[in-house]
Antibody
Framework: QVQVQQWGAGLLKPSETLSLTCAVY????????WSWIRQPPGKGLEWIGE???????NYNPSLKSRVIISVDTSKNQFSLKLTSVTAADTAVYYC????????????WGQGTMVTVST | QSALTQPASVSGSPGQSITISCTGT?????????VSWYQQHPGKAPKLMIY???KRPSGISNRFSGSKSGNTASLTISGLQAEDEADYYC???????????FGGGTEVTVL
């Protein structure tokens, strides 16, 4: 059964770079798209972007200029970098995967709270 | 402002049925049979409940059903139970420029 576990720094200052990593265990890493999704406190979900094992990426147009999603197939891991963060980037960040379905997020990480504050 | 429009809240009594709507456009909801629905309890990660408009993943109760008409998708919860109290989000593929969009979420209260 596929599971994911995520980690990364939880407290950043404005203008710093957010960095999170998600590891995939127990199943196929290849052949699936892996996404990052965030949720500001008390607000809804926002898709950030996705990557597959070949390194093909797609990004939310509103975040594209600041986002880099990368993959390390040797470790079955994918990572998120978000540059020049501000308080508006404060959110719970989730990694998620499309595994058993062809097009819906059926695997989710536990979430990482990232706070941007001076 | 979210790309997909959901009511902020819906409530019902135990045993009743409720329906949550999710309105998009002809460029997203109306163009693809790819609406999914997620249930989120406080402090927890979202959980997939419905995908491809109407399909239920393995292990999801048949009290949850999805439908779609034109640019509006709907999630119906029948036989409402206390454990169904949660936030629900719709989501869909929106083409090769926007990719994925979510609704603003609906808080379901069991009275």
């Amino acid at each position: 059964q596929v599971q994911v576990q995520q980690w990364g720094a939880g407290l950043l200052k404005p203008s710093e770079t957010l960095s999170l990593t998600c590891a995939v265990y127990g199943g196929s890493f290849s052949g699936n798209f892996w996404s990052w999704i965030r949720q500001p406190p008390g607000k809804g979900l926002e898709w950030i972007g996705e990557i597959n094992h070949r390194g093909t990426t797609n990004y939310n147009p509103s975040l594209k200029s600041r986002v880099i999603i990368s993959v390390d197939t040797s470790k079955n891991q994918f990572s998120l970098k978000l540059t020049s963060v501000t308080a508006a980037d404060t959110a719970v960040y989730y990694c998620a995967g499309v595994v058993s379905t062809d097009d819906a997020f059926d695997i989710w990480g536990q979430g990482t709270m990232v706070t941007v504050s001076t | 402002q979210s790309a997909l429009t959901q009511p902020a809240s819906v409530s019902g009594s135990p045993g009743q049925s409720i329906t949550i709507s999710c309105t998009g456009t002809s460029s997203d909801v109306g163009s693809y049979d790819l609406v999914s629905w997620y249930q989120q309890h406080p402090g927890k990660a979202p959980k997939l409940m419905i995908y491809e408009d109407i399909k239920r993943p393995s292990g999801i109760s048949n009290r949850f059903s999805g439908s779609k008409s034109g640019n509006t998708a709907s999630l119906t919860i029948s036989g409402l139970q206390a454990e169904d109290e949660a936030d629900y989000y719709c989501c869909t593929y929106a083409g090769s420029s926007t990719f994925v969009v979510f609704g603003g979420g609906t808080e379901v209260t069991v009275l």
